[in-house]
């Protein structure tokens, strides 16, 4: 074991590199030992160390320059982005990771939220929320592999960027060797790498990758500290794991190359979503195919985050644009490369339940994925579909290299095409399967391009099509014409068609290729000894073909109406389907392996005797097209015999009907409502003696107050939701004026009264994080008189961190500064509250950030004892029955009300979903899962309304609507823990 290395200087790159040496697993070896698939020439390099005098043991996880090996066997990691904690219904992990394996995914990647479990300090609670053994759990039996991301630092729209808000009290800069930090941020990786560790591949976990820290790439002080670098890995290394370990370099900067594999991010299109069919920015150079200068250690081409979705902020354009904009286009367009590790940030976003969001972004993070927050699925997840399946049986893409082509060569190769982009990959071993990736290079236009191409076959140069038409290339699209290409025991010598997958059933190989309507393409197969050519009979078929010298040449037009054709010679079908046919077809890995045709979700099947199980869910009555092996004659389905009828060539039909009852959901608007206000604290009288004193004189924080007193609310233990501050003054006689300068983040707003009488507001923007105004007080106060003045603040979330060596997130929340005119009256005393106990905070169940400062917050229930005027609580019940084995996502739904300004929050049994203000939008309707939602009994749902003129707010408009029906979903779901209310010691 090498000792913790420490004290080099960050020029000190020669000690840098040593580490690096030093740090890389002695895996390789062993993996050589254990080969590859067959023609594998190579050996791995990623474990060529001779220095085995360390703890890296693990063997099962390796790399080379190439692609990642798990127990010697080469993939392609297609990993999509969950992040645990923005889903607080552990039962429904499964459900989001089963449909990410049946979009073809082999990987999850999650970040871990290191705030929610150590929310008080060295105090680690695992409880049944934030516990992320049910998530491994369900990852595994998803057949997923997990790319561990455990920080310290995460960014991730999350309050803090993960860091604990306890962190503000923590002196000096972050994300550094700084001894303070340090300190602050081992005991997490401890527990944390043990977590992880406990959970590798090694120990029978899904575990292969571990992420060390979050872009660390920008820097305050202008340095990449490259000690933090080494002291962090260590760390990790120290509590266990053994994995690989990587990073995510903000761009191709070459930052943090001491981890085993480099790795970094790509966002092409940014995080405008308002106009989702304008592309501003230029595609990324080469499609990712190169690296530069700076990037001295390598691994297999990895890419951590690739841009799959777009947060939105508060005012945003909504995710259904963040989903058009980084659409089905988008993936086809942008997501051929020569990648090998692939992330896509976000597969499924989730929600910012409770105070978890940072101030840039709302309570929904759907982030326009794949999955729907509420779990339904976009068209682009089928789309997906397409290209996860082809890579998952295209082994030779990951042994290939891109030819790096000048446009003049291009031009050759295309035969006098312009504005077209071309990538080839071509494979190293074996046949030299080539990869013609063909793009537009300006995708601003949406002009449609024909091109002829040449391509290098083992049968000769060959200009494609060899008759017809020229090829289709759509403007936001990329095709990718295969040569010298196996699928299975089938030599394709070349198709214009893409693949979407092969399979052999009962020794027959079916192909699967695709196009879209009306287009034609041209394939031709090496056909050694043909005896049975067969074409299968069909009405409005449009293919020809010819036999010549051994190869069979296929010329074919994809069908309008969606349906097939299907070619048989020797012991190949080639199956040719549209597009959204294809996107709709399921590959299942059953033994041999089962292909569906049709439906809305098909999540897996299994095979017993003549009997094909199949789970998924369906919306409507639907055909399914299933391949299966001869032996299978009978289908189930959700466990129901349907009837099944065989057809031609191996496939069955059957017809499925799923059941959608009809549910009675309540009508928000007609329950019985109980009302009460929940602001008491405006009272000259109300005693706030249990409130928190702030009157530290010294702050930790790097931001230096104006005030004696010190008014940050971190500073004392509060980090998230509602803030109220009572300031206790004297008067001198004539202060006529208030002036304050508060901060809260962006989108936040504040009321202020002066001893029961209200003063004025600031509603709130999407820009201002901090706010400055003079108010007038409603009288000049008098010489000797006693006033109070209550501020109520919204609190955004604490910011993110994303500039290493810099304190942002510790932007403090409350007053910076605020002071009088007419007179200066003497200051008794500042009190402040927010959530009940602060980092004590008492609702262990739900958690450290469900709950703000509002009175009916921190009784736990809006019920009790309010007498006074203010900000609104409404509550009420009601029933839900839903039967089991179906999946209806529902979501409360405000209706838009302008005119005055409001802030409201949504309790469903507790829990919060829904923060919401009116005039900023543009979140109305906010879904919440089952299992917040309790879907067989009673629910109470709790509203606060802080009305911030007079006029006051109305909830007239409130729903609760079903989202989408289908049959099917994970099965049981377990509610969220949800003690009903007790009351609490110490309230006040
Ligand atoms: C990346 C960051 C992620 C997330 C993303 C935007 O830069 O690594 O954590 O913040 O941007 O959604």
Redesign the pocket.
Same mark, same amino acid.
């Given at each position: 074991m090498i000792a913790k290395i420490r004290a080099f200087s960050p020029p000190a790159l020669l000690a840098l590199l040593q580490l690096a040496l030093l740090t890389v697993p002695p895996a390789l070896n062993s993996a050589a030992a254990s080969p590859a698939s067959g023609d594998q020439k190579q050996k791995p390099l990623g474990g060529h160390d001779h220095h085995h005098h360390h703890i890296t043991t693990q063997n099962r996880v390796t790399w080379d320059e190439q692609s990642l090996l798990i127990d010697g066997k080469r993939l392609f990691i297609f990993s999509g982005e969950v992040h645990p904690w923005r889903n607080p219904v552990q039962s429904l992990h499964l459900d989001v990771l089963q449909k990410l394996k049946a979009a073809g995914f082999n990987a999850v990647s999650i970040y871990f939220h290191w705030g929610a479990v150590e929310w008080e300090r060295g105090v680690f609670r695992w409880n049944e929320l934030f516990d992320l053994q049910p998530f491994f759990d369900a990852a595994k039996e998803a057949g997923l592999y997990i790319i561990a991301r455990p920080g310290p630092y995460?960014? *991730? !729209?999350t309050t803090g960027g993960g860091f604990p808000g306890w962190g503000n009290r923590v002196e000096g800069l972050w994300r550094k060797s700084n001894k303070n930090y340090t300190e602050a941020y081992t005991p997490f990786v401890n527990e944390f790498g043990k977590l992880i560790a406990k959970n590798e591949i090694t120990k029978g976990g899904p575990i292969i990758l571990v992420q060390v820290e979050? !872009?660390y790439s920008g820097f305050g002080d202008g340095h990449e500290d490259f000690e933090y670098e080494a002291e962090l890995l260590q760390a990790f290394k120290d509590s266990g794991i053994t994995v690989p370990t990587i990073c995510?370099d *903000?761009w191709l900067g070459g930052h943090f190359q001491s981890v085993d594999i480099y790795g970094w991010?790509s =966002?092409p299109l940014g995080f405008d979503c308002s106009h989702p069919e304008r592309w501003h920015n230029a595609p990324p150079d080469n499609f990712y195919n190169s690296y530069n200068e700076k990037i001295r250690k390598h691994g297999p081409k990895s890419i951590l !985050?690739l841009q799959a979705g777009g947060?939105d902020g508060w005012g945003g354009a909504g995710y259904d644009a963040c989903g058009k904009l980084i659409g089905p286009e988008f993936e086809r367009a942008m997501y051929g490369s020569a990648v090998r590790i692939m992330n896509l =940030?976000m597969a499924f976003g989730g929600t910012n339940w409770g105070q978890s969001a940072e101030p840039g972004v709302y309570t929904s993070y759907d982030y326009g994925s794949i999955i729907r927050e509420d779990r339904r699925l976009r068209d682009k997840y089928y789309e997906l579909k397409l290209q996860t399946q082809f890579l998952a049986v295209s082994p030779a893409y990951l042994t290939s290299k891109p030819w790096q082509l000048t446009e003049n060569d291009q031009i050759g190769i295309l035969k006098g095409a312009r504005g077209i982009v071309l990538t080839v990959l071509e494979d190293t071993i074996g046949l030299h399967t080539k990869f013609y990736i063909v793009r537009q290079k300006d995708f601003s236009k949406f002009e449609l391009k024909t091109y002829r191409i040449e391509l290098k076959t083992s049968i000769g140069d060959i200009s494609v099509p060899r008759t017809g038409p020229p090829l289709d290339l759509q403007a936001r699209d990329s095709n990718i014409l295969l040569v010298d290409y196996m699928a299975g025991p089938t030599h394709i010598i070349y198709t214009t068609a893409e693949v979407y997958s092969w399979k052999t059933i009962d020794d027959i190989t079916y192909v699967i290729v695709y196009g879209d309507e009306n287009e034609h393409h041209e394939a031709a197969f090496n056909v050694k000894d043909i005896k049975d050519f067969m074409s299968l009979e069909q009405e409005g078929a449009k293919w020809s073909y010819e036999i010549e010298e051994k190869i069979l040449t296929v010329r074919f037009t994809i069908l309008e109406d969606g349906d097939a054709q299907t070619i048989r010679f020797g012991k190949t079908i080639l199956v040719i389907l549209d597009r959204e046919v294809a996107s709709k077809t399921w590959i299942l890995d059953t033994t041999p392996p089962t292909i569906i045709k049709g439906g809305y979700l098909i999540r897996s099947a299994n095979i017993e005797g003549p009997k094909l199980h199949l789970k998924g869910d369906l919306v409507q009555a639907t055909r399914l097209h299933i391949l299966a092996p001869k032996s299978v004659t009978q289908v189930t389905f959700n466990g129901k015999d349907v009837d099944t009828q065989p057809a031609t060539e191996g496939w069955l039909y059957v017809m499925y009907t799923p059941e959608l009852p009809d549910i009675n959901i309540p009508e928000l608007s007609q329950l019985d409502w109980k009302y009460e206000n929940s602001l008491p604290e405006i009272s000259a009288s109300y005693d706030d003696s249990q409130w928190t004193t702030a009157d530290n004189t010294y702050t930790p924080n790097g931001y230096k107050p104006q005030t004696k007193e010190i008014l940050y609310a971190s500073d004392y233990g509060y980090h998230s939701g509602n803030l109220i501050w009572r300031g206790h003054f004297k008067a001198t006689g004539g202060e006529n004026e208030f002036w304050l300068d508060i901060q809260g983040g962006r989108a936040f707003g504040y009321s202020v009264w002066d001893s029961g009488v209200y003063v004025g507001f600031w509603e709130g923007d999407v820009t201002t994080s901090r706010h400055t105004s003079n108010f007038r007080l409603p009288a000049t106060w008098k010489g000797g008189e006693k006033h109070t003045l209550t501020i109520l603040q919204d609190h955004m979330g604490l910011e993110e961190n994303w500039t290493a060596a810099t304190e942002f997130f510790k932007s403090p929340r409350g007053p910076i500064n605020y002071g009088f005119k007419g007179a200066q009256p003497k200051l008794v005393k500042w009190k402040l509250t927010g959530n009940l106990g602060g980092e004590k905070y008492i609702d262990k169940e739900r958690g450290p950030w469900n709950e703000g400062g509002l009175y009916a917050e921190r009784q736990g229930s809006p019920l009790d004892g309010i007498k006074e005027p203010g900000v609104a609580f409404y509550r009420s019940t009601f029933d839900l029955h839903v039967p089991e084995g179906v999946d209806y996502p529902m979501a409360i739904q405000y209706s838009n009300s302008t005119g005055s300004y409001y802030r409201s929050q949504i309790y469903i049994n507790g829990y919060q979903f829904g923060k919401y203000v009116n005039s900023i939008g543009p979140q109305t309707s906010f879904f919440v899962p089952q299992g917040i939602l309790n879907y067989n009994g009673t629910n109470t749902i709790a509203i606060s309304l802080w009305a911030m003129q007079d006029a006051g707010a109305s909830l007239k408009s409130l729903d609760l609507r079903i989202l989408g029906k289908v049959e099917g979903g994970v099965g049981r779901v377990r509610n969220a823990p949800m003690p009903l209310w007790t009351k609490r010691s110490d309230v006040y």
């Open positions: 995460v960014n *991730a !729209e979050n !872009e995510d *903000a991010n =966002y !985050e947060f =940030y």
